[in-house]
Nanobody, 123 residues
Framework: QVTLVESGGGLVQPGASLRLSCEAS????????MAWFRQASGQERDFVAR???????SYADSVKGRFTISRDNAKNTLYLQMDSLKPEDTAVYYC?????????????????WGQGTQVTVSP
């Protein structure tokens, strides 16, 4: 059993930065590909960034150049550094872990999910 707990969300102004954390328990982060997704109100859950088991990273076009995903294996923690935040980044952000396809980007490919953390970007 894997448990994921996100933290770091909040209310910020456009242009600000936030760092989300996802602490994993029940496994070593090396075992799984881990990712961040987000879901705005009334919208589907969308892929944001992925850190694969082979250390490959990938980003959605909408966040490329502004967000950085990283992983601390010693702490079993996944991070998402979000810079130059925009109002359209407002959403609940979810951490996910999956043991399937190495470069998975679809929500159904991930087996474990955190409870989510709210990020609101507003003037």
């Amino acid at each position: 059993q894997v448990t994921l707990v996100e933290s770091g969300g909040g209310l910020v102004q456009p242009g600000a930065s936030l760092r989300l954390s996802c602490e994993a328990s029940g496994h070593t982060s090396r075992t799984y590909t881990m990712a961040w997704f987000r879901q705005a109100s009334g919208q589907e859950r969308d892929f944001v960034a992925r850190f694969s088991r082979n250390d490959n990273t990938s980003y959605a076009d909408s966040v490329k150049g502004r967000f950085t995903i990283s992983r601390d294996n010693a702490k079993n923690t996944l991070y998402l550094q979000m810079d130059s935040l925009k109002p359209e980044d407002t959403a609940v952000y979810y951490c996910a872990a999956g043991s399937g396809r190495l470069y998975a980007t679809a929500p159904w490919e991930y087996h474990y999910w955190g409870q989510g953390t709210q990020v609101t970007v507003s003037p």
